[in-house]
């Protein structure tokens, strides 16, 4: 298929930075990827990842993250999950 459209966008010079260093870890470059996008776009009839508004409880997380605080874990991503499944079944008892 011949390549005869452009796309132009602004986007966050860090973002872009930050993304273009993860896609070149996967060996695909960021045109590649905006490529695979449209594809799946067009094969999906829709975007291929859900977008949705988040509630309260994501968004203080979120805001309590950009502000540096947080709880760090150096465990298992299994032994994490553990962990915050617990938290919430204690809360809700």
Known sequence: MAKEAYINTRVDKQ???????VLAQVGVS????????LHQIVLRRGLPFEVRIP???TIAA????????GEVSTDATGD?????????????A
């Open 15 to 21: 973002l872009k930075a930050r993304a273009e260093r």
């Open 30 to 37: 960021t045109t590649e990827a905006v490529t695979m996008l």
């Open 80 to 92: 994490v999950f553990d962990k915050a499944t617990r938290r919430r079944n204690q809360r809700r």
């Open 62 to 69: 979120m805001e309590e993250l950009d502000a540096g605080k």
């Open 55 to 57: 509630n309260r409880e």
